[in-house]
């Protein structure tokens, strides 16, 4: 058997993540993240009209340098990407494919990865497929870290992932929390993995922080 078939036997025999079928009529599924609307209009009208012009080919495999651009451009300001441009982003189909893209960029097999839990099932699925180590992390009681763990778990590993805000557990990570992780990694190769995908979900009294904006992660080395 090849090792990418010993892979993904251990990947199918840890993964948390069900097969998932039809939804039935009048029930809401809860497992994936999907709105019960339609792709909005002004989305729909631009795709419609990029295929009626012929932009249907390859591009840049980074992205079209444009939307990089205006990415860069969108995003917060801070410490770990002061320097950035265009050529510092690229752009996936997807957040799961970002994400796998990172871990089978950076790791080795035996690189360990710490993943506060409970956490987004693929994180663990997709370190395993890359041949990485998982080592979970048990959040305090109110779901924020728990520093004394991360303390215990995070020497020697190669990565740490989290989304910010939690899927599943709905919390905002505050800035406090943010920079207490970087102190526990300063000096380290470690490096921050921050799954912002729900940055715009946040509500009254829990305002967000990207980990682009916290001085302790943006001198981690």
Known sequence: MSHIAQRILDQRASSLRPPLGVVPAGAISLALGEPDFPTPEPIANAGNKAVSEGNTRYTDQHGLRSLREKLVSALPSGPANKDWDADNVVVTHGATAALGAIFFALLSPGDKVVIPEPAYSLYADLVTLAGGEVVYAKLGK????????????????????????????????????????????????????????????????????????????????
Do not use: C, M, Q, W
């Not at 992932?161 to 943010?178: A, D, R, Y």
């Not at 207490?180 to 946040?202: F, M, R």
């Open 142 to 221: 109110d779901l924020h870290f728990d520093i004394e763990e991360l303390k215990e778990k995070l020497p020697g590993a190669k990565a740490i992932v989290f989304s910010n805000p939690s899927n599943p557990n709905g919390i905002v990570h505050t800035k406090h929390e943010l920079e207490e992780l970087g102190k526990l990694l300063e000096g380290s190769s470690t490096l921050v993995i921050s799954d912002e995908a729900y940055s715009s979900l946040t509500y009254s009294g829990h305002d967000f922080t990207s980990a682009l904006e916290v001085e302790s992660l943006g001198r981690v080395s």
